[in-house]
């Protein structure tokens, strides 16, 4: 299992090309774009598309709003690496469990089938939960009170990103104050660090 957690991918995308083996002329990148759906302007998913296309990677858009599970899952099987960008955390939660997208995509990378990509919120989503999230006053209209929270469960922290940028100081601030009764551990990064996880270890690298 190899995970990549960015905040920023453009700002880390050389840690990127150490960390992957293959030559990017010959790797399939599918390339989720949905967190970013309920914002009018998409500034971060074209800074993310742009850093792997200039390094000679081949992109595979994937919209989860229209695509079948069974054309999904053959994506993923011959792909290298999925990569999920930036947005909104919970709505792109629900996008991944509506089709149960998220059982394909946790299977492939548990089985070393598939090297897993994520810029902030695409970071967030492989921890056991994403409750802390609902303070965040960005994410509040997008959660379902009745929601279980539940993210990838792929690891067992919780990614807090972009905590040196100027942007997110509310949103951080909100995420918080409600760390004690949080019971996962939480690790906050900035924007030119990532989080690289290999099975069950992890190290935080940083530009």
């Not at 453009?10 to 293959?22: A, G, W």
């Not at 551990?185 to 099975?199: A, H, K, S, Y």
Request: aromatic share 12%; with cysteine.
């Amino acid at each position: 299992m190899k995970l990549f957690l960015a905040s920023s991918l453009d700002k880390t995308f050389s840690l990127l090309l150490q960390k992957f083996l293959k030559s990017p002329q010959k790797t399939k990148v599918i390339f989720i774009a949905n967190a970013a759906d309920p914002f009018d302007d998409k500034w971060w998913v074209d800074l993310d598309r742009q850093v792997f296309l200039k390094s000679g990677f081949e992109i595979i858009e994937v919209d989860l709003r229209n695509i079948a599970e069974d054309k999904f899952t053959e994506q993923v099987q011959n792909a290298d690496i999925l990569h999920i960008c930036g947005g909104s955390v919970f709505y792109l939660l629900s996008l991944l469990k509506k089709s149960a997208f998220h059982k394909t995509i946790t299977s492939a990378i548990r089985k070393n089938k598939i090297f897993y990509t994520g810029t902030s919120a695409g970071s967030v989503i492989v921890s056991p939960s994403l409750e802390i999230y609902k303070h965040d006053p960005e994410e509040k209209k997008f959660f379902d009170p009745k929601s279980d929270f539940s993210g990838l469960n792929l690891v067992n922290f919780l990614v807090v990103p972009h905590c040196n940028n100027p942007e997110f100081v509310e949103a951080n601030k909100a995420v918080i104050e409600h760390v004690p009764e949080f019971p996962i551990p939480l690790i906050f990064i900035q924007d030119n660090q990532v989080v690289w996880v290999e099975d069950n270890k992890f190290e935080i690298l940083s530009l």
